[in-house]
């Protein structure tokens, strides 16, 4: 399951409004209520997978690798943000993405993403039959 080079370029765009329950104090990892940093990886991550619609086979997902972020500015309760991706390196069935987060012109936050694509019936039975040997005694 590998990517040609034809996928290189291919852009993927989202948006969010940040809600009340998005922000640094709903989630407990500070006391500002501001846009969290899971949830402007999330929205990366969404842009991400969005730009793989035309290129991934029926039964084809992707999963997450890595992620690299960079927070540039913070987002309020009620600011409309917009994740942009763009796969930039393909190697076998690894992608790497170039995304931002913006608010209008200023940018949020900037991330690198490394995706893998796998067979998502298999992959899942692989990860049940992993949960079923770590329960066993």
């Known amino acids: 399951m ?11 765009l989202t948006e969010m ?37 035309l290129y991934l086979q029926p039964g084809q997902t992707t999963i997450p690798v890595s992620t ?7 987002a309020s309760i009620g600011a409309e943000l917009r994740a942009t991706s763009r796969v930039i390196n393909v190697e076998g069935k690894e992608l790497t993405f170039e995304c931002e987060v913006y608010e209008h012109d200023r940018q949020i ?19 049940a039959a992993l949960n079923l040997m770590s329960e066993s005694p």
């Open 17 to 53: 409004i940040v809600r009340p329950g998005d922000t640094s104090l709903a989630i407990g990892i500070g006391d500002l209520p501001i846009a969290s940093p899971s949830q402007l990886i999330n929205l990366m991550e969404h842009a991400a997978i969005l730009s793989l619609d």
């Open 68 to 74: 690299e972020f960079i927070s540039l500015s913070p």
């Open 109 to 127: 936050a900037a991330g690198l993403l490394k995706r893998s694509a796998v067979e998502r019936v298999s992959f899942l039975a692989r990860t």
């Open 2 to 12: 590998q990517f040609s080079d034809e996928v290189l370029g291919a852009v993927g």
